[in-house]
């Protein structure tokens, strides 16, 4: 029942950011609002954390295993890509390897530069 | 056999032993060539195609797998909870790096696509490609593409993501684990996160967020494009 229960709370965030989504006037993925709500449901109460620690949990660690149906999808549009194959996989890698070298420079510069600015308050 | 077949418990028990395969070989082999996702996605292809199985029949029970991928997005908020101290500690350099990330990721999809002379359609597909799937497939159709192109080619970015971050994280010699993991999160989504939560808690924990975080600032960004 306790597992049951914690599904329930899940699923119902996510009915929920679906029905919020619905509601906005700019396209906005339900997915994302269910994380807000749940986020904000977590932040209300702290033995929330623990209620749905279980099945929470679980959804971490096997989410690699939630995207093989999507991945086998790439056979019903492989025809129709089959001709741009090369520049997609090329687009795909060097935006991904650009991304993050980007964000991993950016990342640590504003940790310096804050570290930097600590430093000077403190003379 | 065929209406045997289209029981969703084929395609569920069938992406569950290739799982099961994929993670023993990663175990016996431990490089991270040996991706749990990208092996087990070949062998359902495989052995659809061997058996000569329809993907309709294959995604009565994909389907229910995929439509998990959202309370699996939901959950992603425990993470961020659970590390909201380091965030707080952090919360400037990871919006900075977020923002900076995907801007990156629009600006070189749309010029690489131009550049190889491909149509609308697909650059609007790709366009999302780097953030996580429920995110890129609304973004993708928002602007007329195609959902299961934006499927491929995020699921793609997520493998890469996974198999190369550490390699990346050495080659431009990452050492900060909370850049590290940002980086993961911003560029290769759920599928990345996946090696980050390996390499470590604090990496881990900040590529979750990254996902969050830079699924926002892309939704709020292809809201204007």
Same mark, same amino acid.
């Given at each position: 029942?306790?597992?049951?229960?914690?599904?329930?709370?899940?699923?119902?965030?996510?009915?929920?950011?679906?029905?919020?989504?619905?509601?906005?006037?700019?396209?906005?993925?339900?997915?994302?609002?269910?994380?807000?709500?749940?986020f904000i449901l977590l932040i209300s109460n702290k033995r929330n954390e623990s209620r749905l620690g279980e099945s929470a949990d679980f959804f971490m660690q096997n989410m690699s295993f939630l995207f093989i149906p999507s991945g086998v999808g790439?056979?019903?549009?492989?025809?129709?890509?089959?001709?741009?194959?090369?520049?997609?996989?090329?687009?795909?890698?060097?935006?991904?390897?650009?991304?993050?070298?980007?964000?991993?420079?950016?990342?640590?510069?504003?940790?310096?530069?804050?570290?930097?600015?600590?430093?000077?308050?403190?003379? | 056999m065929n209406d045997w077949l289209s029981s969703p418990f084929f395609g569920i028990i069938l992406c569950i032993a290739a799982f099961?395969?994929?993670?023993?070989?990663?175990k016996r082999f431990k490089t991270p060539l040996a991706n749990?996702?990208? @092996?087990? !996605?070949? /062998?359902?292809?495989?052995?659809?195609? %061997?058996?000569?199985? +329809?993907?309709?029949?294959?995604?009565?029970?994909?389907? @229910?797998? !995929?439509? /998990?991928?959202?309370?699996?997005?939901? %959950?992603?908020?425990? +993470?961020?909870?659970r590390q909201f101290a380091i965030l707080k500690k952090y919360f400037i350099p990871t919006l900075a790096g977020c923002l900076a990330g995907s801007v990156t990721s629009i600006i070189t999809i749309l010029l690489l696509c131009r550049a190889f002379g491909l149509d609308e359609t697909l650059t609007s597909s790709l366009m999302p490609k780097s953030?996580?799937?429920?995110?890129?497939?609304?973004?993708?159709?928002?602007?007329?593409?195609?959902a299961s192109i934006t499927v491929a080619a995020v699921v793609l970015t997520g493998i890469f993501g996974a198999v190369f971050a550490p390699v990346m994280a050495r080659l431009f010699r990452i050492k900060n684990p909370v850049s590290v993991g940002v980086a993961i999160g911003t560029s290769s989504h759920v599928g990345g996160t996946t090696t980050a939560i390996q390499m470590g808690e604090v990496e881990g924990a900040m590529s979750s967020i990254a996902i969050g975080v830079a699924g926002l600032i892309t939704t709020v960004i292809a809201i204007f494009l």
């Open positions: 029942m306790k597992l049951l229960w914690q599904i329930g709370i899940l699923f119902g965030v996510c009915f929920a950011g679906e029905g919020i989504a619905k509601l906005l006037p700019v396209p906005f993925p339900a997915s994302v609002i269910a994380m807000i709500l749940l790439i056979i019903q549009v492989f025809d129709s890509i089959k001709g741009s194959l090369l520049p997609l996989v090329t687009i795909c890698i060097v935006s991904t390897v650009l991304t993050f070298a980007v964000t991993a420079y950016t990342v640590s510069g504003v940790i310096k530069l804050q570290e930097a600015i600590a430093a000077r308050r403190k003379v | 099961a395969v994929g993670v023993y070989i990663q749990p996702l990208l @092996i087990s !996605t070949a /062998l359902v292809i495989i052995f659809l195609n %061997v058996f000569d199985i +329809s993907f309709e029949n294959f995604n009565q029970g994909g389907q @229910i797998i !995929t439509m /998990l991928l959202a309370p699996a997005t939901a %959950v992603l908020a425990m +993470s961020i909870y953030v996580t799937m429920p995110i890129a497939v609304g973004i993708s159709e928002q602007h007329a593409g195609i």
